[in-house]
């Protein structure tokens, strides 16, 4: 019986979020904004195998709608900013906000499922 090497989940995650390779953390996980390299060049883990399919932009729709909405509600008791302004102010804040989370959110689930062996990653059985 082969035994399996233990991936620490919370190394692998930080590693993933940082953009960094979750296995040795040497290398750049991206070749590109969201294209991840063939292979870590550290060490030549191949992450062409991963699935994160639009899981990454699911929680980032989440989050930024959990971090962006008591801003609005604030700004609009505070402030009262006109109709235009806000028209203008909420979307560019969404739209940078997703495209600054994109990568680590994207970055943490290959990183989830290289852990735990998901999709691409899981052992080959003979």
């Known amino acids: 019986m082969q035994t399996e090497i233990v991936r620490p989940l919370r190394p692998a995650l930080l ?9 040795c953390g040497d290398a750049r ?16 883990e191949d992450w062409s195998r991963h699935s994160a399919d639009d899981f990454p932009a699911y929680i980032v729709i989440i989050l930024l709608g959990h971090l962006l909405l008591p801003v609005v509600v604030e700004v609009n ?3 009262s900013p006109g109709m ?3 028209m203008i102010l909420w979307p560019l804040c969404a739209g940078l906000l997703a495209l600054a989370m994109i990568q680590p959110v994207k970055g943490a689930v290959i ?3 290289w852990a735990r062996r998901m999709h ?4 080959v059985r003979t």
């Open 15 to 23: 590693r993933g979020f940082a953009g960094r390779c979750p296995k």
């Open 29 to 44: 996980l991206f070749g590109r904004f969201l294209k991840p390299v063939a292979s870590c060049p550290a060490c030549g």
């Open 77 to 79: 008791n505070l402030f």
């Open 84 to 86: 235009v302004a806000q």
């Open 111 to 113: 990183a989830f499922q």
């Open 120 to 123: 691409g990653f899981a052992p």
